[in-house]
């Protein structure tokens, strides 16, 4: 349930500010007790995006990237709630960035990630925001409680504008997850969605697990998912979606890409793992 407060317009995004009665919620993913989300919507509108398919604001999911709620009284209501529970694991940004660039004047996150460390909650981060560096006082601090994750689809600067046209630049984003992982902050990259014809070829992967060796990142992949709303993304790429609904194909496919992945971390002793057990090769 939310209030409705207020909004403005800024370079064309809408921002509404909201009221929530709840912050924290249980959350659905295997190795998180809670998930947080400190916005509805993302600013980033990443093209492959399925987020929206979990949104139940209409106004949000049907202007993906320009609608982004804003629930202000997050870090009050989390402050509350973490009184009485025990401390556990909370995924920060599970549906949506938590550091999309209007976290730089709201500083949400930061506030609700200072309240999570001091109360001794774990948590893991994941962003495709260079801003998160800003918090890096805060994850040193209690860096025996963090990690930080970076989804990196492409070190490819226009494929990456492109499927992920807000997002920071990749190199940015590498950048900023040297930085992290020089700190001692436990660091991951998420290379995904990994969309066949785009960025599954075995240069393009291994460039981003080069990074992940470097840094010292364990690596996490994961496929393009069919998600209603997706459709004009399809027949941006020119997939043949009907073809790779029947399965098969797209099933040869992982399993090919898989095994790629997995020769070349071999080869770079780097940790990698599928995200999602359902499509392990086995
Ligand atoms: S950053 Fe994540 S949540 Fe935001 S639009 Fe991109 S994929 Fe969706």
Request: glycine share 4%; aromatic share 10%.
């Amino acid at each position: 349930m939310i209030t409705t407060q207020h909004s403005v317009v800024l370079n064309g995004v809408k921002y509404v500010w909201i009221k929530v009665k709840s912050a924290l919620v249980k959350s659905g993913l295997k190795d998180y007790t809670y998930a947080l989300n400190p916005y509805v919507g993302c600013y980033h509108g990443c093209n492959y995006c399925y987020a929206r398919a979990y949104v139940r604001y209409p106004d949000v999911r049907d202007n993906w990237g320009y609608v982004v709620y804003i629930k202000e009284n997050l870090p009050q209501i989390l402050r509350s709630e973490v009184r009485k529970l025990k401390p556990a694991v909370v995924g920060l940004g599970t549906t949506t960035d938590p550091y999309q660039p209007i976290e730089a004047v709201t500083k949400i996150t930061r506030e609700s990630l200072n309240t999570l460390l001091k109360n001794r909650f774990k948590v893991v981060i994941q962003t495709k925001s260079s801003l998160v560096i800003r918090d890096l006082d805060i994850l040193k601090e209690r860096k025996d409680l963090v990690e930080l994750g970076f989804t990196i689809t492409t070190l490819d600067q226009n494929l990456s504008r492109a499927l992920e046209p807000r997002a920071s630049p990749p190199k940015a984003r590498v950048e900023a997850l040297r930085k992290a992982a020089s700190a001692g902050i436990r660091t991951w990259i998420f290379l995904g969605p990994i969309i066949p014809g785009v960025n599954d070829s075995p240069e393009s992967i291994k460039e981003v697990l080069e990074v992940a060796r470097e840094s010292s990142s364990t690596v996490y992949y994961d496929w393009l998912r069919f998600k209603p709303g997706l459709e004009s993304f399809f027949s941006y790429l020119n997939i043949d979606l009907s073809r790779y609904l029947s399965g098969d194909e797209y099933k040869i496919w992982r399993r090919k890409t898989s095994q790629t992945i997995l020769k070349i971390c071999e080869e770079l002793n780097v940790k990698c793992a599928s995200e999602f057990n359902e499509y392990s090769i086995t």
